[in-house]
């Protein structure tokens, strides 16, 4: 017969299920997405933002794979990001997601884990309404405010658009312009 005192292991276990919970109950607090995700692609963790966001249970995301919680157009501009946090850069951009809660922007930051499980942690963002507001001020700025047309500013950088795509695809560019009095 042989009796092991495991009144020590029981503390140590009852410590790291209150770190568990107690990390759980921060990121679950935070106005931000947080969530991990294999080399694979398989989602380790996800807090309730991300959750809300991509209109999921966190148990159901864990069987998922990031193409298929973020569609395939999220995921064809971020899987470029993916590879390279994968290969352990942290890598930052900004994305726009078609989601269950509406259109968003999110800007987005992966961070390759440096711990004993491999992976990503992705954190988001919500950006929605700073885009919508520097696009509105982008209008303002380029449209004249009695009539709404385009002014000066917005053919000067419709005008460096075009040169630059021209430049980069080597395609003739016409220009015609009128001066109305």
């Known amino acids: 017969l042989f009796l092991h005192d495991i009144t020590a292991r029981r ?3 009852a410590e790291i299920e ?19 995700v294999s080399p694979e ?16 249970d966190a148990e159901l995301m ?4 990031v193409r298929e919680v973020i569609g395939d157009a999220a995921y064809g501009r971020a899987i ?19 989601l269950p809660i509406g259109p968003r922007d999110l800007s987005i930051t992966m ?6 499980e491999p992976g990503v942690y992705i954190l988001g963002s919500d950006i929605t309404e700073f885009k919508a507001l520097q696009n509105q001020l982008e209008h303002e700025a380029a449209h004249a405010p009695l009539t709404g047309l385009p ?8 005008l ?17 312009f009128l001066a109305l009095d």
């Open 41 to 56: 692609g398989r989602y380790l963790f996800a807090n309730q933002a991300y959750c809300r966001y991509f209109g999921l």
């Open 151 to 158: 002014n000066r500013r917005a053919f000067t950088l419709r």
């Open 80 to 98: 470029v990001h993916l590879e390279r946090a994968l290969a352990g850069e942290q890598v930052s951009f900004e994305n726009r997601f078609e």
């Open 11 to 13: 503390q140590v276990l």
């Open 62 to 65: 864990r069987e998922m794979r």
């Open 18 to 36: 209150r770190g568990r919970a107690r990390l759980r109950a921060i990121t679950d607090g935070l106005p931000v997405t947080i969530s991990m």
């Open 111 to 116: 961070i390759p884990s440096r711990g004993d």
């Open 160 to 176: 460096s658009r075009e040169l630059e795509r021209v430049r980069q695809n080597a395609e003739p560019l016409g220009l015609l």
